[in-house]
């Protein structure tokens, strides 16, 4: 019988631009992650969008070309914060500092990218297991 889980894996990535630095992420989003992350993303598309004219619409439409790219800049910022759970990075004092959404907004944008771009990537041990009893399992089929 399949169970529903509450433990999620996890992996500690090392980051390019500091190799002592590391993060330790989820492997793969959750629904309630997916959830969040839509919801910040249509949040902002929903304010570009606009009034009720069609000249308003127009002119929303025009601002929101610009606005792609913060659409996409919160899109990273949401999953980054729902995903990292723990890192190493500490302040000019030597005191830990939490994983939040100010501090994620520290990061270089190198690591940040990085981050954002691991996220997903492996499968699972449980997948790999899964993928050698039946090939046919495999997410790249």
């Known amino acids: 019988m399949p169970v529903l889980k509450t433990q999620r894996e996890t992996k500690k990535i090392i980051l390019p631009n500091d190799k002592e630095a590391w993060v330790k992420v989820y492997v793969s989003q959750n629904y309630g992650d997916t959830k969040a992350i839509q919801k910040a993303a249509l949040s902002k598309m929903k304010l570009a969008q606009g ?15 610009n606005s792609i ?9 949401v999953t ?55 090939p046919s399992v495999s997410s790249e089929s």
């Open 51 to 65: 009034g009720s004219s069609d000249a308003e619409k127009e002119k929303a439409m025009e601002k929101s070309k």
């Open 69 to 77: 790219e913060a659409d996409l800049s919160t899109l990273i910022s």
């Open 80 to 134: 980054l914060n729902r995903m990292i759970l723990a890192w190493n990075f500490t302040d000019e004092n030597k005191n830990d500092l939490p994983v939040t959404a100010e501090n994620i907004d520290l990061l270089e944008s190198v690591d940040a990218m990085f981050i954002f771009g691991e996220i997903g990537e492996d499968e699972t041990e449980e997948e790999k297991e899964d993928i050698k009893k039946d």
